[in-house]
């Protein structure tokens, strides 16, 4: 079981949008900021979003974070096939002094 | 562009031992923590641990604490995991990835991954 709880799964058809959740406790999310990481089918993880709703660059707009409290969210507009992947929310451990990962949550674009 | 390169997949029996490896260019590798994540097949992601090279401090998860070795040189700008006795619940993807951080963190880029299987 993850430190971290997402969806196992959640989709979407083209065009439309998607919001995924990541919960935790206050040493982890409540005091730390979270990052998105993006896993396309046989490629390495890829950091979506940081700092809670920073976006690297090359990261477009249509992908938004947020945090509030002990959870924070992705939120994909505008769904393209090529988005189908797993999504991974993650954060610092204050306790663990380590990163703690969520389950992942599978993204299927119908 | 900042990258890591790791070593080639590995086939191995339960037992024995393996060193990979997770080469960076194109930063000051001494100056930033690089951990491992082990993906096992079909599974997420679950956080090994890290080490900053300039000086080889380490954290591990308490998962992995004495099941694997982190080590790094900073001379060749290359990390390392190590097992002295793999199992078969080895068999698994292990990734580095350069750790940005106090905060705001994040964990970026990555390596490629390296796929251990062990199988008798």
């Known amino acids: 079981q993850s430190v971290l709880t997402q969806p196992p799964s959640a989709s979407g058809t083209p065009g439309q949008g998607v919001t995924i959740s990541c919960s935790g406790s206050?040493?982890?999310?409540?005091?730390?900021?979270v990052s998105w990481y993006q896993q396309l089918p046989g490629t390495a993880p890829k950091v979506l979003i940081y700092?809670?709703?920073q976006r690297p660059s090359g990261v477009p707009d249509r992908i938004y974070g947020s945090k509030s409290g002990t959870s924070a969210s992705l939120a994909i507009s505008g769904l393209q096939s090529e988005d189908e992947g797993d999504y991974y929310c993650?954060?610092?451990?204050?306790?663990?002094?380590?990163?703690?990962f969520g389950g992942g949550t599978k993204l299927t674009v119908l | 562009e900042v990258q890591l390169v790791q070593s080639g997949a590995e086939v191995k029996k339960p037992g024995e031992s393996l060193t990979i490896s997770c080469k960076g260019s194109?930063?000051?590798?001494?100056?930033?923590?690089i951990g491992w994540v082990r993906q096992m097949p079909g599974k997420g992601l679950e956080w090994m641990g890290m080490?900053?090279?300039?000086?080889?401090?380490?954290k591990y998860s308490p998962s992995f604490q004495g099941q694997v070795t982190i080590s790094a040189d900073k001379s060749s700008n290359t990390a390392y995991l190590q097992w002295s006795s793999l199992k078969a619940s080895d068999t698994a993807i292990y990734y580095c990835?350069?750790?940005?951080?106090?905060?705001?963190?994040?964990?970026?880029?990555w390596g490629q991954g390296t796929l251990v299987t062990v199988s008798s």
């Open positions: 080490i900053y090279p300039d000086d080889s401090n380490t």
């Open positions: 206050s040493s982890k999310i409540g005091t730390n900021t």
């Open positions: 990835a350069r750790h940005i951080g106090p905060e705001p963190r994040r964990i970026d880029p």
């Open positions: 194109g930063y000051n590798f001494a100056t930033y923590w």
């Open positions: 700092n809670n709703n």
């Open positions: 993650a954060t610092w451990d204050d306790s663990l002094h380590g990163w703690v």
